[in-house]
């Protein structure tokens, strides 16, 4: 999968089950959804269908179904979804949505501490 792929909110729950747990048929999915979705089995496979045609979950055929396993991991996707986010916000620029983040959420001392720590790293 390229990093160009777009993912929507929907196949991402998806994507965030078989994340935790893979392999998974589409019943397992959807038995996993329903808590936040209130999604038909058919619902599921089509949103199935769709991520793997790009390339986002591949597919195994076991029996009379398919099991379903995550060909992203979620950094990566995380990665470039923020990197699109950053460009069409803030101009390609990081700092504005760090801060832009860090004045609209109470920081904990131990994501200060991480921030800090990641900005010496980044300075080496």
Sequence with gaps: MTDDVRISESELDILAVLWVDAPLSAVD???RIS???A???TTVKTM???LVDKGALAS???G???LYR???ERDRLAGAQAGRLIDRLFGGLVSPLVAHLAERRDLEPEDLAALEQLIKD???
Excluded: G, T, V, Y
């Design 60 to 62: 195994e055929a076991q």
């Design 70 to 72: 995550p060909l992203i």
């Design 29 to 31: 999915i959807a038995a």
């Design 64 to 66: 009379r179904r398919f």
């Design 48 to 50: 199935l269908s769709r």
């Design 35 to 37: 808590a936040r979705r």
């Design 39 to 41: 999604w038909s089995p």
């Design 122 to 124: 980044l300075r080496k």
